[in-house]
T-cell receptor
Framework: GAVVSQHPSWVICKSGTSVKIECRSLDFQATTMFWYRQFPKQSLMLMATSNEGSKATYEQGVEKDKFLINHASLTLSTLTVTSAHPEDSSFYIC?????????????FGPGTRLTVT | AQKITQTQPGMFVQEKEAVTLDCTYDTSDPSYGLFWYKQPSSGEMIFLIYQGSYDQQNATEGRYSLNFQKARKSANLVISASQLGDSAMYFCAMRGRYGNKLVFGAGTILRVKS
């Protein structure tokens, strides 16, 4: 089956520092990757959509300068939370689409829990 | 705009019984797909079942079936023979014809009682 990994699985950082989260498709090439944010007991909120080699498309209300997304290759996308603050503490999940496998299924990573102190 | 509504914040079901999780949707796209995901406390999103808007038959995957009523714009998930391991958050989601974004509902927390 299609596997998407995320690293790190959890991270604690101090306010004002930056944190990078990696999302990798391990056994397929991801034409499109998505980044979601989820608060406890709430739904997933789409932050941005990224296609390999092009700039990410951010959802309304998401600060592109704060949440930097890079989709450098067909197997790797990164989300960098710059100058993190406690309100950025959340669960971040990536997912990937591919034309190699199922035409409709998005494959999700296991998520990264970010705590900003 | 697309919208998914899950009106049940939480549900209880007795082990071995069936349970229905409600989902209604709204879209102007003629072609769309409907998804159900399970999210246990670990946080991973587990794909359960998919229904295409033009599929004639309701989708089934093992103990999961999707009760698709297009005219009512509903896509309820039925879990048969509930197990303790089914306790989790369940999300209904939709993807329209244009673009690849998934729109999620608010979710339903299911608790299976022994």
């Amino acid at each position: 089956g299609a596997v998407v990994s995320q690293h790190p699985s959890w991270v604690i950082c101090k306010s004002g520092t930056s944190v990078k989260i990696e999302c990798r498709s391990l056994d397929f090439q991801a034409t499109t990757m998505f980044w979601y944010r989820q608060f406890p007991k709430q739904s997933l909120m789409l932050m941005a959509t990224s296609n390999e080699g092009s700039k990410a498309t951010y959802e309304q209300g998401v600060e592109k300068d704060k949440f930097l997304i890079n989709h450098a290759s067909l197997t790797l996308s990164t989300l960098t939370v710059t100058s993190a603050h406690p309100e950025d503490s959340s669960f971040y999940i990536c997912s990937a689409l591919t034309t190699e496998l199922s035409s409709y299924e998005q494959y999700f990573g296991p998520g990264t829990r970010l705590t900003v102190t | 705009a697309q919208k998914i509504t899950q009106t049940q914040p939480g549900m209880f079901v007795q082990e071995k019984e069936a349970v229905t999780l409600d989902c209604t949707y709204d879209t102007s796209d003629p072609s769309y797909g409907l998804f159900w995901y399970k999210q246990p406390s670990s946080g991973e999103m587990i794909f359960l079942i998919y229904q295409g808007s033009y599929d004639q038959q309701n989708a089934t995957e093992g103990r999961y079936s999707l009760n698709f009523q297009k005219a009512r714009k509903s896509a309820n998930l039925v879990i048969s023979a509930s197990q303790l391991g089914d306790s989790a958050m369940y999300f209904c989601a939709m993807r329209g014809r244009y673009g690849n974004k998934l729109v999620f509902g608010a979710g339903t927390i299911l608790r299976v009682k022994s």
